[in-house]
């Protein structure tokens, strides 16, 4: 027991160090570029940027940039980041260990005998893949290795311990440089306090260290973002754009023309059916139904007399003639 | 239309047995002295003839003497006065006017006139040459080149206005009364009918009915064709009718080089000289021979142009003049001529008398008529040549000398040695050749030799028709200008290396090649739209776009290679993702509702939702079913949150209605398949759920494949392959659905420890493609065919797997593949496969040819600037693929799905890829022309969010069976028919030669220097 938990903490801290280490070995790159003379040392005659730019090196009160000083710096912080963001996969693989115990049940309905396990006469997917699951190796598929597929699964968090988010979050990198007062490149749950994510702090922490890194703080990101669009999408019905026509009809013509469009200007031409230049009341009713009508006659019948002619279709006409079964010229209601 | 027929009737057989006796006599000599550069001239057989031909060589001085093996003067022949003294008094006039067109004139037109000017025109040859070729007369009237009744039929039956297989339509009727009818001949043909005004309007097979007699009527004995006298710019039409059009030669030009003095030098439409020949070279047999008839052109390296493309003499890869009227492909890599042209044969010295006069009987096709096949010189694996035709007939020019066997040209006299087939399998025989040996086994009984053997397929997939009532056009057997132009020679699709094979009507396999198989659009006198690409069907209610047996003509000594067939369900008609016509109406899915969609394949930017259907339910994933014959929908599939399926009646199409709800019990359902009887889900961690769908309101679960993460799935029967997530690519036989059996599985990263990410997987099967193997064309050499999976692999990019040997699969991830699949952080959801011919550029910079493509669609960059786009990458070396400069344009939204988009603006067919957005259509690429210009056209539908699939209505033209062995297209050759499942399977199944590629332990491909390069261009 005491020697497990001595492993998972070497482990822990080796992980930990070697992030260190290669943000270490970036910083410690940059920094030899910059120190044309190799003296260990940094001075402003040394940089060709400007006096703002020199400050943010980290530079000392005697005005020298040191390795260390340049550790801490926000310019140090950034490149670090940014060869993170460079490297690091853009967003996380699916997690084939969480995935096991999904597998294993969706497998136990290949019990065919009811007999609560799948045997190998019962399997009808590839040898390797049955090894696979038949975690206990007793040459069976069964509630046992369920159990133990939930056991060795790492703590997977329920998503639906994350809050509800209203919007997304900010970038991850602003994140730090907001909040990552130690500039140790991760925020404690103390740095986020303040911040509408600090709910979120428990899910965030995968590997429990009490510190969200960058890479723990994108994962959160993505799942926010995931979200926030989910719940958006499909729950509104669509709006057509509302066209105040007799308003912006200023001479009366009964068409509005470019010139009296006050709208979006990519919606003239989606509304601009004859492409003429000119809105008519007819083309703005039809822009409106094709965007809020559901049934075909709803969109397209616009006179109400329960027939659709081409005209009103005003699609492609290889289009109509399938819609119109019998062929009369027309897509009546009980056509559709 | 009065119906006139020729009643042929035999000579008395006393006058038989004399002309027979003269003929015996005389046809040696004739042939001999008609052969020779000197022939005595007419004016030294006038003397001998008499005072009958006096007057004619008066004005005809120098003419050459056309018959010199038996006294003839011209009046024999021609009629006319022989004493007048002037040309109005000597010549026959005609007594009434001869119409300066293409018709076919009347049966009983002017007879005196018309044998005045050729007096082998068949109206009067009984008369003319009848008397002493009774015989040969006989045949060819009603030999298939007279009556053309095969060309005719196939439209008929394919329109479902006749339901025989047995074309029985000719120029004119015919009856064949001598009393011997041998099976699958004809008692008589009837003639063409034209365009019946009483047919629906609105129906294909209306308008289709008009075009025989307008289109059809110019290759056969009854008429000129197209080259009418002093018709200019037909060069390689003039011609002659009746025996003149195989027996007198014309140049290319028209112009006679005559020493006849009287003729009009500068006039096309004059044979070369008054003489015949019975050393009929390949050049007048092109006469009729090219264009549709296309094997007059194979046979020489020709085909004809893919619309669009450039050609002419600045162009490489097309001839140099026009002929016919147009420039053809002649391309040493995509065209290689027939072996037997390029060994300088001509047409009759494998064509019989028989085959090209016909053998007296009525036959209604090739299949029947000619006997003339490869064994007949070749002889089989079992034995030699036995010298003799199909039909049982010497082969009159081959010849055996103990163990040698020749052939000596009927046109040149030279000397062809002929390879015996027996002798290639035969060890310790100098023909020996032990691959051949391999192949040419009892095993492959049942094949034609020309199935292997034929160098290159070109099939027009899709071939339009149209029919306009604003214009007329002369009926040609009419003489009636009516309602309605037709045209004909529009082709949709154009490749060149496909193989499709089935039985013919002698029970061997054969390849198949599309014929006359149309689409077809019509409008009326107001220039509205009747027909817009309808599609027919025949009487069976089978499609009528159709496939048939086919020699080719592009026989070549480098054979197909075995997988071709032993690893192609293609080949046996299950279809491919190419050819794929994409119709009027698609689908498209949101959270909450299915949306009618109505494609206007012109704009695609005009696609619009037509209809919305709530659906009840939180949607996940859907497809549709589409019936085989028109491809219309029928009924969706959608897999909606819970695990249920919902099944929607789809037969009002602006209106869909669900039918039932179905639990199935689905976990995480990403993709749907439906093909055939089957319903493939592939459902995440569910694995792949697998449902008859025979009866397609009641879908049943017949299996559960389990895989690790199934997210989509793509069938090449009897293979189904599986994007597998974290486990990569699974690969299954599902020819069995109860009982599918696991065949491989394959780790896309190899020895990486990373875990695979299959997302999308798309099956293509690629033919090998010829190419010149050395400078003069001599050789040719063939690129590699393979069965290919192509995966998107999320965060590793891409892979393509060979899977030839399924069981065996090679992951083609060599050191070009992984420097070419390199992206910026990249995330490949999607991809899609798709064969293009490429149109070439103008003034020949940029060669037309046809190439693979793979479409990515890939999300790259840094974070908070990532982008989408689609590259494109030519795959027609999968080992060596090339990324596509300057054409990776971006795309917005994105559900991962890329669709391909065929839609054909007459007279073109373009290309797209569709990268379907969440908001909507999402962006179309024209990917036409190559390489792409990258032009994307936005299209957004206010109002739709969060798309979720999309389906698109498409006519799979070389689907032409389905996986339970249901034709979809029908045959419409008698007794022909494609290859049963069981059959299939056994094919598909036989061991083929092992590749020698080396891989390492986890497939991948070590060396690419172990894989010859193929052509590409």
Known sequence: ?336 | MPRTHVAVSRPSPKTRRVWRAWIAFAAPIAAVLTSLLQTPSLDARTAEAGPRAEGCVTCHAGIEDIHPGFPLSCVDCHGGDPKATDVEGAHVRPSRPIPADERVLPERHDLAYLRFVNPSNLRVVREACGDCHGTIVDRVLKSLHATTSGHLGDGFYEHGLTDSKRPYYGVFAVRDEDGDVPEGALTAVEQVPGFDKRGHRDRIETHYADLPRKACMHCHLWSEGRAVDGRLGLDGDYRGEGCAACHVTYADDGRSRSADQSIDHTEPGHPLAHRFTSAIPTDTCTRCHYGDASIGLHFRGLAQLVPGMPAGPDVEGTTDRLQNGVFYIRDRDMTPPDVHHQAGMHCIDCHTGADAMGDGNLWPQMDHAVEIECESCHGTVDDVSDLTTSHGRRVPNLHRDGDEFFLVSKVTGRRHRVKQSRHVVTPGHPDYRPAAAAAMNQSHGRLECYTCHSGWNVDFFGFHFDRNEQFTQLDLISGDRTPGRVTTQEKVFATFNQLRLGFNHEGRIAPYMVGFSTLGSARDADGEILLHQATPETKAGLSGITLVPHQVHTTRPEARTCVECHRSPTTYGLGSVNFRLTRELGYALTPQSLLTLAVDTRNLARTQPVAEFDLGAPAEAFTVRTDPVHARSTHAYVAVEGGDLLVLDLAVASSPRIVRRIPTGLLDPRKLLAQGDHLYVADGTGGVTILDIARPENPTRVSILPCADARDVALQWPWLAVADGSAGLSVFDVSNPAQPAPVSLVDLNGGDARANEALDVELFFQYSRTFAADPDGARIGRTDARLLACVACGLDGVRIVDLTRPDAPVVLHGATARNTFRFARGDVRGLAVHTVFDIGTEGGGLRSAEHDYLYVLVEEGEDGNRQRRVRTYDISDPVRPRAMPDSSPRVYGGTGELHVLCAYNEPFLQHFVVAAGAGGLGTAIDVSKAPSTGTAIAATWDGVQGLRGLFLEELALDRLQDERGRWSKDISHEDCRYLTPDEMLRALRTGVPDTTVRTDPYGFLLEERDVPRGRTR
Not at chain 1, 131 to 159: M, Q, V
Request: zero cysteines.
């Open chain 1, 1 to 336: 027991m005491l020697r497990s938990a001595l492993v998972i903490l070497a482990s822990l801290g080796l992980a930990a160090t070697s992030f260190a280490q290669s943000a270490d070995v970036v910083t410690a790159e940059a920094f030899a570029r910059l120190d044309r003379n190799g003296d260990g040392r940094v001075v402003r005659s040394e940089f060709p940027g400007s006096d703002a730019q020199f400050r943010d090196l980290g530079a000392g009160a005697d005005g020298v940039v040191t390795l260390d000083g340049f550790r801490k710096s926000p310019f140090a912080r950034r490149i670090a980041a940014a060869r993170s963001r460079n490297e690091a996969e853009p967003r996380p693989r699916d997690d084939a260990d969480r995935q096991l115990g999904e597998r294993i049940d969706a497998a136990l309905r290949l019990d065919a005998n009811r007999d609560g396990r799948v045997s190998r006469g019962e399997w009808m997917g590839h040898e390797s893949h049955f090894l696979e699951l038949d975690l206990d190796g007793d040459g069976d598929i069964d509630r046992k290795d369920r159990s133990e597929a939930a056991r060795r699964a790492p703590a997977a968090p329920d998503l639906d311990d994350l809050p509800a988010f209203r919007r997304e979050l900010e970038p991850v990198d602003k994140l730090l440089d907001r909040f990552d007062r130690d500039r140790d490149g991760s925020l404690s749950e103390a740095e986020l306090r303040e911040h509408r994510a600090a709910p979120a702090f428990a899910w965030a922490d995968r590997d429990r260290d009490g510190l969200l890194s960058a890479a723990e703080l994108e994962r959160l990101a993505n799942e926010v973002r995931a979200r926030v669009r989910a719940r958006n999408l499909g729950k509104a019905r669509p709006a057509a754009y509302v066209v105040p026509f007799s308003t912006w009809d200023r001479d009366n013509d009964g068409r509005i023309s470019t010139a009296e469009w006050k709208g979006p200007a990519y919606l003239v031409a989606r509304i601009d059916r004859d492409r003429d230049a000119h809105l008519t009341k007819d083309e703005v009713d039809r822009y409106v139904r094709s965007v809020e009508g559901t049934t075909f006659h709803e969109r397209f019948d616009l006179d109400g007399d329960g027939r659709v002619t081409l005209e009103e279709f005003a699609g492609p006409p290889s289009a109509f003639r399938r819609l119109d079964r019998n062929g009369d010229g027309v897509v009546s209601r009980a056509e559709g």
